[in-house]
Structure formats: structure tokens, C-alpha cells
């Protein structure tokens, strides 16, 4: 079962992404989780990637669709995936429309989590992430037991450099432009699954599962 996670900046794309992929047990697969981690390792990918990732602007198709197609062709990927925040415009839903029918697989699900830009900003900025494992805090509304500090595994917790608000914007913008057009794209070809993205996490994640289950009856 393949799985695409759409959704703006801050929507819960990497929240409900590990619970439905612990669900159906098949990875997640984040671009933005791999560019980081690239970022952090230094990598000539990394220093690339950097320049773009800072300004809140995507980074180039080139660099991105290899680093999925590379993903996606190993072993634990083989049930399924998740995509999250894979594709990003509809070059890249093209190409991967492209990259999956010659490995004779499909998109199965895309599910789109709506949330209003008001509070996509309030989750943004108050996001905290932590250095060593990538789990996701936020300071009012899933805080850590101990103040900057993992409950997982005890590592920093930093907020990440594209959530200081101009950069925040700067994504939200993008998004506009370059992302939501792939709603209408998967729309069209009956694919795609709103989501109310506002609420509790264990509540989202259930309506993202019902819409999984019901698909599966339908076909
Ligand atoms: P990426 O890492 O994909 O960032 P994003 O799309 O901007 O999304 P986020 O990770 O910020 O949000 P999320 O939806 O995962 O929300 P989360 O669950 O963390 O991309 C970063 C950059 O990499 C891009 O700008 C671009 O440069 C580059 N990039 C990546 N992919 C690319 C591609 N395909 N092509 C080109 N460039 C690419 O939740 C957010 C916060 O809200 C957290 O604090 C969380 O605790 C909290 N929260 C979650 N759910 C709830 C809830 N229900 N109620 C209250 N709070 C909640
Ligand atoms: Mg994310």
C-alpha cells in the first residue's frame, strides 16, 4: 500500500506519518527528514540542499526525485510506503507517477491534512525537534516532560532554522503556489482524501485510517 501525505507546512504530515506507518508497518519516507539529516552529515547533497531549505523554497526536482527513487527501490519498501512531503509540485507527482508503473506499483492513497494558516503558524513556531532521534515536540501543545530535552532518548531539542517566522511564511507561500495544485491533480484522478487536520493527534490519525479502510472496501 503506497501512501502519499500531503499537506502544508505544520499540518501533522510527520506526526500522523510515523503512527500510520507504525499502523500498517511500512516506513515512512520524509524528504525533508532525509535532506536534514544530509544537512547535518555535511554531505555534497547537504550543502546544496541547504541554501534552498533555509530560505523556506524547495529544493531542486533533481536532487529530491533520486533521493526517493533511491528510497523506494529498497527491501522494507516492498508492501508499501508513506510519502511525506513527496511530491511537492506536479513535475515531481510526474515523475513518480512515472517511477512507480515502471516498478509495476501505483499511488494507492493521497491523503491530504487541512489545517487553516493561522494555526499552522501557532504549530510551526512553537515546534521543537530533537537533534539526535528527529522527534517532534511542540511547546504548548505536546510538551516534553523535562524542558529541552527528549523524552525518547534524552537528546537537545532545537527548533528547526525554517521556523523562525519570515521563513515560515516564505514555506506557507510555496506551498500556495507549488503544492496545492496537486490537490485538484489527485482529485482528478480519484485518488485524493481530505482530512480535518485540526484537533486531536489520536482522532486524526483515526480518520486517516477510516479513509484508508474504506478505500480498500471500495476497490
Ligand atoms: P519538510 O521537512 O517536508 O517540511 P514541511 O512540509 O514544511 O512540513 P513540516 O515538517 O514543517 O510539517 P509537518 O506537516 O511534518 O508537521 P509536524 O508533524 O512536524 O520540508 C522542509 C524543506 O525541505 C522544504 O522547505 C524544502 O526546502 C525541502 N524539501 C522537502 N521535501 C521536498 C521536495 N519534495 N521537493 C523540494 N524540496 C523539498 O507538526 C508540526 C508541529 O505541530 C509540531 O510541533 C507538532 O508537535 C504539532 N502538531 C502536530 N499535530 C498537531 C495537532 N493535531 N494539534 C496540535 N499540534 C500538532
Ligand atoms: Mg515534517
Redesign the pocket.
Known amino acids: 500500500m503506497n501512501i502519499i501525505l500531503l ?1 502544508p ?8 506519518g510515523k503512527l500510520i506507518a507504525q499502523q500498517y508497518s511500512i516506513p515512512q519516507i ?4 532525509i ?1 536534514r539529516a544530509n544537512v547535518k552529515n555535511k554531505t555534497a547533497l547537504g550543502l546544496k540542499a541547504r541554501e ?2 533555509d530560505k ?4 531542486t526536482d533533481d536532487i ?1 526525485v533520486g533521493m526517493v527513487e533511491d528510497r523506494i527501490a529498497m527491501k522494507d519498501c516492498q508492501a508499501g510506503f508513506i510519502l ?5 509540485n506536479i513535475n ?1 507527482a510526474g515523475v513518480l507517477g512515472r517511477m512507480l508503473e515502471g516498478a509495476g506499483k501505483k499511488v494507492d492513497y493521497v491523503i491530504g491534512i487541512e489545517v487553516d494558516k493561522k494555526a499552522l503558524v501557532k ?2 513556531s ?2 521543537r525537534v530533537c537533534r539526535k532521534c528527529g522527534e ?3 511547546i504548548v ?2 510538551q516534553p516532560l523535562n524542558q529541552g530535552i527528549c523524552d525518547k532518548c534524552g537528546g537537545e531539542l532545537y527548533q528547526r532554522e ?1 521556523d523562525l517566522e519570515e521563513t515560515i511564511a516564505a ?1 506557507l507561500d510555496v506551498y500556495e503556489q507549488e503544492t496545492l495544485p496537486l490537490v485538484a491533480y489527485y482529485t482528478e484522478r480519484g485518488l485524493y482524501r481530505a482530512i480535518n ?1 485540526a ?3 489520536d482522532m ?1 490519525t483515526g480518520a486517516i485510517v477510516e479513509a484508508i479502510e474504506k478505500g480498500k472496501h471500495n476497490t
Open positions: 499537506g507546512p505544520g499540518a501533522g504530515k510527520g506526526t500522523q520524509s524528504t525533508g527528514d535532506l534552498f531549505m523556506g523554497v524547495l529544493v529530491v511525506d512531503g513527496f511530491p511537492r515531481q504549530r510551526l512553537g515546534r517532534s515536540y511542540h501543545f505536546s525554517d514555506r487536520g484537533g486531536a493527534v486524526i
